[in-house]
């Protein structure tokens, strides 16, 4: 992030972020392994979701913060705060974090232990159900913002807190939804999939939105739309964790969350695309996302009835 600051080229910008996002991947899984070896299967939701929080609560704090910094300073200033902000949490990981003091985990062949994941259909109902939702949360990351713009005249500057609302809701579903599948019995998948049902109501609702809505209307609906589109990810990574099993976790949430990133980045420029066919009209791209979610649903239901 603090080269991205240095060069205006965007061929070297993409360069440099395919860096930053070498390092984003790997604190995935590795974070996701490491509560869900500290925690027991009765707190290991709660404690997932908790954990997860970090990234919706880093993308409002970043949404009411960057574009900020930006106006005021230039775009260059405000990569350089996300470039601090990755310091500081590597510095504090790196003084608070204690290892798990278990005993060294039975190693395992990776083309071996790769083709039984991909065989096991709990494994590929996740990460068909982690696919989508990916793609419905990255779409809402990039394009609210303009959607509001562009359809319902809000300012770039007001959009942002509208998004910075979406996502600390997000922070409140991550906890709630992952606290929610530790009492339910079975409630991991079921979690997921009312998480996938809700978000796709969410992509319906803003492509029917009338022109002209109400600040305050749409300040509560993308409240309620955030909360399951960023809280769906502590349950699902708990789901991933314990499907593995054995001492496999880090790959299992290694693969899980590469299917995921396959999403992250065919959705932004996909529904992009679909945006500019129709001539600047979000409807039919909000439409495509959610027969998308609702595909991902039935598979998922299909994958729930199966276990």
């Known amino acids: 992030m603090a080269l991205a600051a240095q060069v205006d080229s965007y061929l070297w910008l993409l360069v440099i972020f395919a860096l930053a996002g070498s390092g984003y991947a790997t604190a995935q899984p590795g974070g996701s392994k490491v509560v869900a070896a500290w925690f027991p299967s009765h707190e290991r939701g709660l404690a997932m979701g908790i954990r997860q929080t970090g990234l919706p609560l880093g993308g409002a704090v970043a949404a009411a913060s960057l574009p900020w910094a930006a106006e005021r300073f230039g775009i260059e200033a405000a990569l350089l705060v996300a470039a601090g902000a990755s310091i500081a949490g590597g510095v504090l990981f790196s003084v608070l974090y204690r290892p798990v003091p278990f005993t060294a985990e039975e190693r395992y062949r990776l083309g071996q232990r790769l083709r039984a994941l991909v065989g096991d259909f709990r494994i590929r109902t996740a990460m068909w159900a982690g696919l989508v939702m990916v793609s419905a949360q990255f779409a809402v990351l990039s394009y609210l913002m303009l959607y509001l713009r562009d359809v319902q005249d809000v300012p770039l500057a007001r959009g942002a807190w509208l998004l910075f609302v979406a996502q600390m809701s997000g922070v409140a579903g991550r906890v709630v939804l992952a606290r929610w599948s530790d009492l339910t019995p079975g409630?991991?998948?079921?979690?997921?999939?009312?998480?996938?049902?809700?978000?796709?109501?969410?992509?319906?609702?803003?492509?029917?939105?009338?022109?002209g809505v109400p600040l305050i209307i749409l300040y509560v609906l993308v409240a309620v739309i955030g909360f399951w589109t960023f809280?769906?990810?502590?349950?699902?990574?708990?789901?991933?964790?314990?499907?593995?099993?054995?001492?496999?976790?880090?790959?299992?949430?290694?693969?899980?969350?590469?299917?995921?990133?396959?999403?992250?980045?065919?959705?932004?420029?996909?529904?992009?695309?679909?945006?500019?066919?129709?001539?600047?009209?979000?409807?039919?791209?909000?439409?495509?996302?959610?027969?998308?979610?609702?595909?991902?649903?039935?598979?998922?239901?299909?994958?729930?009835?199966?276990?």
């Open 187 to 211: 409630g991991r998948l079921p979690t997921v999939l009312g998480a996938i049902l809700a978000t796709a109501a969410g992509a319906f609702v803003l492509a029917a939105l009338p022109v």
């Open 231 to 307: 809280g769906w990810y502590g349950p699902w990574v708990v789901l991933v964790a314990e499907t593995a099993g054995g001492n496999a976790v880090g790959l299992t949430l290694a693969l899980a969350m590469t299917a995921n990133q396959l999403g992250l980045v065919a959705a932004p420029p996909l529904f992009g695309l679909i945006v500019d066919l129709a001539d600047t009209n979000y409807r039919p791209a909000w439409s495509a996302l959610g027969l998308a979610l609702l595909l991902a649903a039935s598979r998922t239901y299909a994958g729930h009835r199966r276990t």
